[in-house]
């Protein structure tokens, strides 16, 4: 067998041996806690569940979807950034429901990249805007971001046949893994930059409801012209507590929204039609749920916070995200850092350098445990006593 090059390319799993580690631990007994992923551990609220239970039932919902999704759908994502955003989008040119944000964030390479293009994408980020790249043929131009620029990209220090090149911007604010929010006027500067060498933008906004001390994130597309050249890429999954059920959608430039549907419609069948009822029933239903999510989840941001803050690491507590994004003292790798830190107090959080080479430096901690673990977590950090050499000085 002689697999595709694709295959090859892809990058290694750098946890696998943190990940290794975690399961001889649990193996021996001890009780690891683990802030690594960003999967939300309350569960969907009820009242989505029921209409999931109902939807089920009904004959027509266990055949083949279509694959752009039920009108209704496609009318209720409408009306959802409607009344968050205050803008209109046509549901039959403008929306498209996905099978989950990643999928649509993975195929959109096929949209747009051929092989040799190039793509520029902001690093610390989400793997899969670089690995769709790549899988289309087309190259990555990293946007180093630090915490001095606010983890923003400078576009002005794109060089100019590498701006001419490119075919797509990628962006992603509330940032994953950063914990960092954009103004609109970051998103003005994105649309100038598209449209003077003819590149599409691509921001990926799953976190814009997680948010907290009462800010409210922006959309990309409240950008005056971010229609002509954008999409948007949102999900249910943070908002309303659904990674499991696998829907989010594309709303945007209509061409762009075509150019997917064509790919996707060869690719894949659509959304299991009682799932797409949930996600009617959650766009249409009330906010209560996702206000009192993002009770807890502050609460469990400022307890995350103080503890690093007072172990010396640089912890600003995030306006949105379902992550605190800490700074290692100066010259501490983070994989070393988080091995460390697994042995000695078996709680894991995620090594910085797995979103990029500008994650070095730093370590990811989710807020998606439960609180009584992110608690005694906490407890055993504030116990800690790390050897001088991962400690601050
Ligand atoms: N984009 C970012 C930045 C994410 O962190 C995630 C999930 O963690 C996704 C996209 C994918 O979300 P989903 O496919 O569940 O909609």
Redesign the pocket.
């Given at each position: 067998m002689r697999f595709a090059q694709r295959i090859e390319k892809l990058p290694p799993y750098l946890f696998v041996e943190v990940t290794r580690k975690i399961n001889r631990m649990r193996a021996e007994g001890r009780d690891v806690i683990s802030l690594g992923?960003?999967?939300p551990d309350i569960p969907t609220p009820e009242y989505i569940i029921d209409r999931l239970v109902e939807a089920a039932r009904v004959p027509a919902n266990h055949r083949y979807p279509e694959s752009d999704g039920l009108p209704q759908l496609r009318q209720a994502i409408a009306d959802w950034y409607e009344r968050r955003f205050g803008i209109a989008f046509d549901p039959n040119k403008e929306v498209l429901p996905?099978?989950?944000?990643?999928?649509?964030?993975g195929h959109i390479a096929l949209c747009f990249i051929d092989p040799g293009d190039l793509a520029l994408v902001t690093d610390p980020?989400?793997p899969?805007y670089s690995v769709g790249t790549m899988f289309a043929g087309g190259e990555t131009y990293w946007l180093p971001m630090t915490e001095e620029m606010g983890w923003k990209p400078d576009l002005d220090a794109v060089p100019e046949e590498v701006a001419r090149r490119a075919k797509v911007l990628w962006i992603?604010y509330p940032?994953?893994?950063t914990g960092a929010v954009a103004d609109l006027d970051f998103f003005e500067r994105c649309v100038h930059f598209a449209k003077k060498y003819d590149i599409a933008v691509l921001h990926?906004?799953?976190?814009t409801e997680v948010a907290f001390d009462g800010y409210r994130p922006h959309s990309f597309l409240e950008a005056p012209g971010a229609r002509d050249i954008g999409v948007e890429?949102?999900?249910?999954?943070?908002t309303y507590n659904?990674?499991g059920w696998?829907?989010?959608m594309a709303v945007g430039n209509e061409r762009i929204i075509d150019a997917l549907l064509r790919v996707k419609s060869n690719l894949d069948s659509g959304i299991p039609q009682a799932i797409q009822e949930m996600a009617i029933t959650a766009l249409n239903g009330p906010m209560d749920a996702v206000r009192k999510n993002n009770e807890v989840l502050q609460y469990r941001r400022d307890l995350v916070c103080d503890v690093l803050n007072g172990l010396g690491l640089r912890a600003p507590k995030p306006k949105a995200?379902?992550y605190v994004w800490a700074g290692l003292p100066a010259g501490v790798k983070s994989i070393d850092f988080s091995s460390r830190l697994v042995e000695e107090t078996a709680v894991f959080v995620t090594p910085g350098i797995g979103y990029g080479p500008s994650g070095e430096g730093y370590v990811r901690i989710s807020l998606t445990a439960p609180t009584e673990r992110i608690e005694e977590a906490m407890r055993r950090l504030a116990a800690w006593k790390p050897e001088p050499a991962l400690a601050a000085s």
């Open positions: 992923i960003g999967d996905l099978i989950g944000s990643k999928e649509g964030i980020g989400y899969v992603n940032n994953n893994p990926d906004a799953p976190y890429f949102h999900s249910l999954s943070k659904m990674t696998r829907i989010g995200s379902l």
